[in-house]
């Protein structure tokens, strides 16, 4: 029986994030997918700017900029009059390198995460079926089987852990009995990417909603390229072999301004569902992306997410696995990202459900009430920020949560827990912070001051960095900021020293 550190199950967004961090850790581990390989649906669209800040960590970001296609505008159209404009470029300056939104579909994610993995000399097993799970006290054993080959024997593994990361329908998830709480938007939904031809441009993003249907266009890199999405329309609900062809008319008189659809390159009907897992955990097997959660494309947030819980799961992982950490610092991982998940199903199926609903007071509010209300808080300056730090998900922090702790007494903008802020470290040319903080490993940043007086733990790295930039946040004098690997804030302290730094490790790190 072969044996790994962890066991990765799903080689979609989520489970290939989660390998190329467990590979920078030099973690011995094993990813497996039913696939045949990177999908070559497009599906999710829209990488945002916090997980284009992993990927800048990684070193990858220019080819998403490359390869993507830059959203600056968003407009609703009611009855073809353009009733809110917005460029969306300006919300998020001076936030984040990345303040756009990027559409960079799934399949080409994919093809860059494989691509990083075998940077590190790693690969998918892909062709293999997860056939069942047994988690003895202190490891979990596997059975496989190979898609493609018949009869073939069932092949055993075992690992300390397992993180499923196969989806809305995640084998891992029911063989260990989750709960997945939650349920079905009672509408049929469309997605379909096309070419059109129209006089709107191709980087804008428009939703059109009506009385009794809705569709929003969103831009695609390639040329004329757009995702289209919509409710299908009762009248053609009960439909067993509906075509992209029946929901042209309804898609023209929703839209109510000129377009053609010249092409249509996928074309896809399906129920939407809103649900939940209760914990992430269940003793040595942990949940991530739609396995653990599932909702509504409002916002263009699911494989974000994905891409979050991957992120956060994997260094603690990387430092238990490699005993560093105690086993108690991987209950931080649901503790932290349950949260968001509960909170994001709110907040898209809130959204989904004005944008979508056939109830008339509701239509009404979103034809009449909506699109002036966002047209006026679109031009108060302190909204936009809001709106894009909610948006590209660089707003949420951790700083209820146990391993967040703070011992300054100055007021700052920022606390433990909350992702490190964007701070420009240099005048010409000009750098960002998270331009330092490339390394798999914690960050100590001495802000004002010369150095350490003493060698830190050999799994922290000091970075020293003038107090000039962080004085707009409230720093006013010396500060110590020890980041985490995943670029948020563990402790702030304004006095440091070995025990102390130790002492945090040991009590909220579970350092050994």
Same mark, same amino acid.
């Given at each position: 029986?072969?044996?790994?550190?962890?066991?990765?199950?799903?080689?979609?967004?989520?489970?290939?994030?989660?390998?190329?961090?467990?590979?920078?850790?030099?973690?011995?581990?094993?990813?497996? $997918?039913?696939?045949?390989?990177?999908?070559?649906?497009?599906?999710?669209?829209?990488?945002?700017?916090?997980?284009?800040?992993?990927?800048?960590?990684?070193?990858?970001?220019?080819?998403?900029?490359?390869?993507?296609?830059?959203?600056?505008?968003?407009?609703?159209?009611?009855?073809?009059?353009?009733?809110?404009?917005?460029?969306?470029?300006?919300?998020?300056?001076?936030?984040?390198?990345?303040?756009?939104?990027?559409?960079?579909?799934?399949?080409?994610? +994919?093809?860059?995460?494989?691509?990083?993995?075998?940077?590190?000399?790693? @690969?998918?097993?892909?062709?293999?079926? *997860?056939?069942?799970?047994?988690?003895?006290?202190? /490891?979990?054993?596997? @059975?496989?089987?190979?898609?493609?080959?018949?009869?073939?024997?069932?092949?055993?593994?075992?690992?300390?852990?397992?993180?499923?990361? $196969?989806?809305?329908?995640?084998?891992?998830?029911?063989?260990?009995?989750?709960?997945?709480?939650?349920?079905?938007?009672?509408?049929?939904?469309?997605?379909?990417?096309?070419?059109?031809?129209?006089? @709107?441009?191709?980087?804008?993003?428009?939703?059109?909603?009506?009385?009794?249907?809705?569709?929003? !266009?969103?831009?695609?890199?390639?040329?004329?390229?757009?995702?289209?999405?919509?409710?299908?329309?009762?009248?053609?609900?009960?439909?067993?072999?509906?075509?992209?062809?029946?929901?042209?008319?309804?898609?023209?008189?929703?839209?109510?301004?000129?377009?053609?659809?010249?092409?249509?390159?996928? !074309?896809?009907? &399906?129920?939407?569902?809103?649900?939940?897992? $209760?914990?992430?955990?269940?003793?040595?097997?942990? *949940?991530?992306?739609?396995?653990?959660?599932?909702?509504? =494309?409002?916002?263009?947030?699911?494989?974000?997410?994905?891409?979050?819980?991957?992120?956060?799961?994997?260094?603690?992982?990387?430092?238990?696995?490699?005993?560093?950490?105690?086993?108690?610092?991987?209950?931080?991982?649901?503790?932290?990202?349950?949260?968001?998940?509960?909170? *994001?199903?709110?907040?898209?199926?809130?959204?989904?459900?004005?944008?979508?609903?056939?109830?008339?007071?509701?239509?009404?509010?979103?034809?009449?009430?909506?699109?002036?209300?966002?047209? !006026?808080?679109?031009?108060?300056?302190?909204?936009?920020?809001?709106?894009?730090?909610?948006? /590209?998900?660089?707003?949420?922090?951790?700083?209820?949560?146990?391993?967040?702790?703070?011992?300054?007494?100055?007021?700052?903008?920022?606390?433990?827990?909350?992702?490190?802020?964007?701070?420009?470290?240099?005048? +010409?040319?000009? @750098?960002?912070?998270?331009?330092?903080?490339?390394?798999?490993?914690?960050?100590?940043?001495?802000?004002?001051?010369?150095?350490?007086?003493?060698?830190?733990?050999?799994?922290?790295?000091?970075?020293?960095?003038?107090?000039? =930039?962080?004085?707009?946040?409230?720093?006013?004098?010396?500060?110590?900021?020890?980041?985490?690997?995943?670029?948020?804030?563990? *402790?702030?302290?304004? +006095?440091?020293?070995?025990?102390?730094?130790?002492?945090?490790?040991?009590?909220?790190? &579970?350092?050994?």
């Amino acid at each position: 029986m072969g044996h790994y550190d962890v066991i990765i199950i799903g080689a979609g967004p989520t489970g290939l994030m989660a390998a190329v961090q467990l590979a920078r850790f030099n973690i011995n581990f094993l990813i497996v $997918d039913s696939k045949a390989g990177p999908t070559d649906q497009s599906r999710a669209i829209v990488v945002t700017a916090r997980s284009m800040e992993i990927y800048q960590q990684l070193g990858i970001s220019n080819i998403p900029i490359e390869q993507g296609r830059f959203i600056t505008e968003f407009a609703i159209f009611v009855k073809g009059k353009q009733k809110v404009l917005a460029t969306v470029g300006e919300f998020g300056k001076g936030l984040t390198d990345f303040s756009y939104l990027l559409a960079f579909e799934q399949s080409k994610n +994919e093809k860059l995460l494989v691509q990083k993995l075998a940077e590190y000399g790693r @690969e998918v097993r892909w062709n293999t079926e *997860l056939e069942n799970i047994v988690q003895q006290p202190d /490891s979990v054993e596997v @059975e496989f089987k190979k898609v493609s080959e018949l009869g073939q024997p069932v092949e055993k593994i075992s690992a300390k852990y397992i993180i499923g990361c $196969d989806g809305a329908k995640s084998v891992v998830r029911h063989l260990l009995n989750f709960s997945f709480k939650g349920g079905t938007y009672e509408q049929q939904f469309y997605v379909a990417d096309t070419q059109l031809k129209w006089q @709107e441009g191709f980087n804008k993003l428009i939703l059109c909603p009506s009385r009794k249907n809705f569709c929003g !266009f969103f831009p695609m890199a390639g040329s004329n390229s757009h995702r289209i999405i919509g409710t299908v329309p009762k009248s053609l609900n009960d439909r067993t072999d509906l075509s992209f062809a029946d929901l042209e008319k309804a898609i023209k008189e929703t839209v109510g301004f000129p377009m053609e659809i010249e092409k249509m390159n996928w !074309f896809s009907i &399906y129920k939407l569902h809103h649900r939940s897992v $209760d914990s992430f955990r269940n003793g040595n097997v942990f *949940l991530a992306g739609d396995a653990a959660h599932i909702h509504s =494309p409002a916002g263009g947030q699911g494989m974000n997410t994905g891409l979050q819980d991957a992120y956060n799961l994997s260094w603690k992982l990387a430092l238990v696995v490699k005993n560093i950490a105690g086993e108690k610092l991987l209950d931080s991982y649901n503790e932290e990202r349950l949260p968001f998940a509960k909170w *994001l199903l709110k907040f898209t199926d809130r959204f989904f459900t004005v944008m979508t609903s056939n109830n008339r007071f509701i239509s009404w509010v979103r034809n009449n009430i909506v699109p002036p209300m966002l047209k !006026f808080l679109i031009k108060l300056s302190f909204s936009r920020p809001i709106m894009f730090k909610t948006l /590209s998900q660089i707003k949420w922090s951790y700083r209820d949560c146990a391993i967040a702790k703070n011992e300054s007494a100055q007021k700052l903008k920022f606390t433990a827990g909350d992702r490190l802020p964007y701070i420009l470290i240099n005048k +010409e040319p000009k @750098e960002s912070v998270y331009r330092l903080l490339t390394e798999p490993t914690f960050h100590l940043l001495l802000i004002g001051n010369t150095g350490l007086s003493f060698n830190p733990n050999e799994s922290v790295k000091p970075v020293t960095l003038d107090m000039e =930039p962080w004085k707009a946040f409230g720093v006013t004098k010396p500060l110590y900021i020890l980041v985490r690997p995943d670029n948020y804030i563990a *402790l702030i302290a304004d +006095e440091m020293s070995k025990e102390k730094l130790e002492r945090y490790l040991k009590q909220y790190c &579970y350092f050994h």
